[in-house]
């Protein structure tokens, strides 16, 4: 028997073919939540497995329903984990203590991987090995060139802080002489006291640079400044 009747055989609904479709949601669910794990993101290689095993099981679910009561809408169980899926990706969503949102791409993987189930369910192999190949692509190889892209934006969220609040001047006369625009500014306590035991105050900054620059450069300039005992980008 050759592969292609192989996977025609198990678009039936029978006990191999249902191992079948639960193995490769496993497998395929795991490799891309094994790139999350290697990240440290919240949801791991056995989150990933987990949602899209139970996707393909709505699906197969589903087909069996179909089978059984012919008047079976088979597409609404499916449509429930698409919308459904939403309640976990939400709760790999964090803002931190510096106003940054994370965990979208998680949670968007999430989402896509339990799409990816629907379709192994429903036995449409095809369609999920490419769906996964696109997706491994986003989150590995995209990853990389949006790094990049943001390391030398012109937009940089700047976290410093400051031996004394009367240089908040002092940085502000020094971001104008640099063309660097202030957009937003928000004065803090500082969160890493352990820095500087005279550090008394922090700033959040989003900032405009006027050309595209490494930001670690801007950073270093920004630590040279007499008053600022710590900086860091958020």
Request: net charge positive; charged share 20%; aromatic share 10%.
């Amino acid at each position: 028997m050759s592969l292609y009747e192989f996977l025609e055989a198990t678009r039936g609904l029978n006990a191999i073919s249902i191992s079948v479709r639960l193995v490769l949601a496993m497998t395929l669910g795991g490799i891309i939540g094994l790139e999350r794990g290697i990240k440290k993101r919240p949801a791991g290689m056995r989150t990933y497995m987990l949602v899209c095993i139970g996707a393909t099981l709505v699906m197969i679910t589903n087909q069996y329903l179909t089978y059984t009561f012919p008047y079976a809408d088979p597409a609404r169980l499916g449509a429930q984990v698409i919308s459904g899926i939403g309640f976990l990706g939400v709760g790999t969503i964090i803002i931190t203590r510096d106003r940054q949102v994370r965990g979208l791409t998680t949670a968007a993987g999430l989402w896509a991987s339990a799409c990816m189930g629907l379709a192994i369910g429903v036995g449409f192999y095809t369609g999920a090995l490419i769906g996964m190949a696109f997706i491994f692509f986003v989150t590995t190889i995209m990853h990389k060139l949006d790094t990049e892209l943001i390391r030398r934006s012109r937009a940089m969220e700047v976290y410093m802080e400051l031996t004394d609040s009367s240089h908040i001047y002092k940085i502000l006369d020094h971001m104008r002489e640099s063309n660097v625009k202030v957009t937003y500014m928000e004065v803090m306590r500082p969160k890493y006291d352990n820095h500087d035991q005279n550090t008394k105050i922090a700033l959040l900054l989003s900032l405009y640079l006027p050309t595209r620059k490494i930001h670690f450069e801007v950073l270093s300039k920004f630590g040279e400044i007499e008053c600022v005992s710590y900086v860091e980008e958020v």
